[in-house]
Nanobody, 124 residues
């Protein structure tokens, strides 16, 4: 079992930055690929980015490539999402996720564990 708790959301102006954190419980955190999804009002939940268990590989959605950076610290059981050059269309609830080992870290991985979400609002 993995429990995930996000933090760092908030209100920011367009062009600004935010860093989200996701603290995971469990001694096997380093076994899981991790990622972030988001869901905007009235829209389906969408994949944002994933990172392999070692942190050596990542997969970004085209909409955030070049602006967002995912990283992880396995010693701290934490994954981060640095978001720069934010746009109003980035406004959403952001969810931290952990993938079933062996299923990858892209949009098709089996994300068995989800956090409760943190709100990010970007004003124009």
């Amino acid at each position: 079992q993995v429990q995930l708790v996000e933090s760092g959301g908030g209100l920011v102006q367009a062009g600004g930055s935010l860093r989200l954190s996701c603290a995971a419980s469990g001694r096997t955190f380093s076994s899981y690929s991790m990622g972030w999804f988001r869901q905007a009002p009235g829209k389906e939940r969408e994949f944002v980015v994933g990172i392999s268990w070692s942190g050596g590989s990542t997969y970004y959605a085209d909409s955030v490539k070049g602006r967002f950076t995912i990283s992880r610290d396995n010693a701290k059981n934490t994954v981060y999402l640095q978001m720069n050059s934010l746009k109003p269309e980035d406004t959403a609830v952001y969810y931290c996720v952990a993938a079933r080992p062996g299923t990858g870290w892209g949009p098709g991985a089996m994300y068995d564990y989800w956090g409760q979400g943190t709100q990010v609002t970007v004003s124009s």
